[in-house]
């Protein structure tokens, strides 16, 4: 599948819009139509009520180290500012980005790629941005176009060495930017904070600034007392949140896959730190599971470890559950979600102040007169357990998910093209989305095979009746293998026609999807017959 047959899709059906379209839109933000809203739903709700509200406190589930507690929050966007500066994002939580002075385009230093060339004499760094097309041919042309040469001259261009990073070229004046004719005309590479800023109050001075949260889990660390005070969860438990986030990409891109605005979902495991390293395996593999469940089998989903040095000092393991997304050159992943060990490093940056991430054992990051560079809350976060007396700060294991993600990698999985009989009995191209049942938007559709004959009445009602079980769409309009098309692209299970032997024998017939498969049901089994499927 070609990601523009999925944009083009997505946009038809009403699954997804580009954010203030009529005003030629705004990088970064998109908006779910009628279609996109139910599907994200569904995508959040599969993940709440599998995580949290079905969640059986008293039974280990298959691969836990014990049973365990999970409890839910929706804390706000904006917080006390004090929250970022302990959790390192006001300081930290920055991409290096560079400008071109001749296009005045900005890019993310390490999303530019390129390879050596050498011809006429002077040995140049090609660059480019990682996109989906081929590479090799674009910095092949583009090097044939600074060098001045015919593609028929290609022979004289020497390459060395593969595409690799810009942050390995050390001198600049040699670049050619990805969409620049000249040589040098990148900056040097400066910070740039990803947190929103804005202002809190009417008469807000800089003093009142604030940030649009970066990441939902700082919420759940700085109401981790609370939920302690006010249930009775033991250790081990996780909280759970859904919301939005809000980052300044510097390069929004791949549709919604990098996004400024955007969900994510997200839980905090607070368990013993002995016990860590067992809920970490244990988290890491239920999550990728989840995505099989849905849908997302085989070799596009994978589950990487990071390697070693790819650790922040105080994390046992860190892996990502990434998918192969259409956009991605050939043999790329782009991550759905990361599984952290995050060990006590929030729970003590938000009692003690801003840990130093270049010390270990971890200590309070100190200013020139020896006075912690940003202040905690003071408060004490650690755990006491009531039976042993213990009393401890508790690990973390994160599995951060993004819905927005999710949800964009189930519509790719589920686009499909495959061949099907129209009316006639001839062999059409069909698009087809596959959606696992519990993510589809619409469960089932309704049609009156003509619109007469008492047709129409009978299938109004079984759409109200339906209607009351799950979401169902009712259409009277067309040949009824248009009518079927329609809700294919919509990726809807099943189709429910009422026809002339409706009349006479009450029964409809119900078509799946996927199989083509039609059968007759009686009127009344409709319900129950639909719901036993979609479950
Ligand atoms: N609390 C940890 C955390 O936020 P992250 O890897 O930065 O970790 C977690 O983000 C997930 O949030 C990612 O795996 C991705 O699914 C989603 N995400 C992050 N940035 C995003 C963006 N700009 N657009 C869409 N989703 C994003």
């Known amino acids: 599948m070609e990601m523009d047959q999925l944009v083009s899709l997505c946009k038809r059906r009403g699954f997804l819009f580009q954010s203030s379209e009529i005003y030629g839109g705004l990088n970064g933000f998109w908006d779910y139509g009628p279609l996109g809203v139910e599907l994200k739903r569904n995508v959040k709700e599969a993940w709440w009520k599998d995580m949290v509200t079905s969640h059986d406190d ?54 530019v790629r390129g390879r050596w060339v050498e011809a006429k004499g002077q040995r140049i760094f090609v660059a480019t941005m990682v996109e989906t097309q081929d590479e090799a041919e674009d910095l092949q042309r583009r090097a044939l176009k600074h060098f001045k040469l015919r593609a028929k001259d290609a022979e004289q261009l020497s390459w060395d060495g593969d595409v690799t990073s810009l942050t390995t070229v050390e001198d600049t004046s040699v670049v050619l930017g990805p969409d620049a004719t000249e040589l040098g005309s990148l900056t ?20 009142d600034a604030a940030f649009l949260r970066p990441e939902t889990a700082q919420g759940i660390f700085v109401n981790f007392k609370n939920v302690l005070d006010s249930t009775r969860v033991k250790i081990p438990f996780g909280i759970a949140q859904v919301g939005k986030s809000f980052r300044n990409e510097i390069t929004p891109r791949n549709f919604t896959f990098r996004s400024r605005e955007f969900e994510q979902m997200e839980i905090e495991f607070f368990c013993h730190p002995e016990q860590s390293p067992a809920w970490y395996k244990y988290w890491r593999d239920r999550r990728f599971q989840w995505y099989v469940d849905l849908g997302l089998a085989g070799e596009r989903l994978q589950l990487r470890d990071h390697d070693p040095d790819e650790l922040s000092h105080y994390s046992t393991g860190t892996a990502d559950i990434e998918y192969q ?59 006491r357990d009531d039976e042993s007396g213990e009393k401890y700060v508790p690990h973390v294991i994160e599995p951060s998910a993004g819905a927005d993600r999710a949800t964009l990698a189930f519509l790719c999985e589920a686009y499909t093209e495959d061949q099907a009989p129209d009316e006639k009995g ?32 009978i299938a109004r009602d079984l759409y109200r009746a339906l209607k009351q079980h799950f979401p169902t769409f009712y259409d009277e309009k067309g040949a009824v293998g248009r009518r ?35 059968w007759r049901v009686k009127l009344d089994d409709v319900e129950g017959e639909l719901s036993g499927r979609l479950k």
């Open 58 to 111: 008293l039974d280990a589930p298959a691969g836990a180290p014990s049973s365990f507690e999970m409890t839910g929050l929706d804390c706000t966007i904006i917080m006390h500012p004090q929250v970022w500066k302990c959790s390192g994002h006001y300081d930290l939580f920055h991409d290096h980005m560079i400008d071109c002075r001749q296009t005045n385009k900005r890019y993310r230093y390490d999303q």
């Open 188 to 207: 040097e590479p400066r910070e740039f904070n990803l947190m929103f800023k804005t202002i809190v109050g009417a008469m807000g001075t800089e003093e």
């Open 325 to 383: 997304f259409p956009f991605l050159p050939a043999g790329e992943f782009g991550e759905l979600e990361g599984v952290a060990h995050r060990g006590d490093f929030d729970l003590r940056s938000h009692m003690e102040g801003k840990l130093d991430p270049n010390t270990c054992p971890l200590t309070v990051e100190v200013d020139e007169h020896g006075q912690p560079r940003h202040r905690g809350s003071g408060r004490d976060l650690s755990y």
């Open 426 to 457: 001839k062999l059409q191209t069909r698009t087809v989305m596959k959606l696992h049942p519990r993510l589809a938007p619409i469960k089932a559709a309704v049609f009156p095979l003509v619109k007469k004959d008492g047709m129409p009445e």
């Open 484 to 518: 079927y098309r329609r809700q294919d692209e919509a990726g809807t299970p099943y189709c429910i026609t009422i026809d002339g032997d409706t009349l006479s024998d009450k029964t409809v017939t119900i078509r799946d999807r996927d199989t083509l498969e039609q």
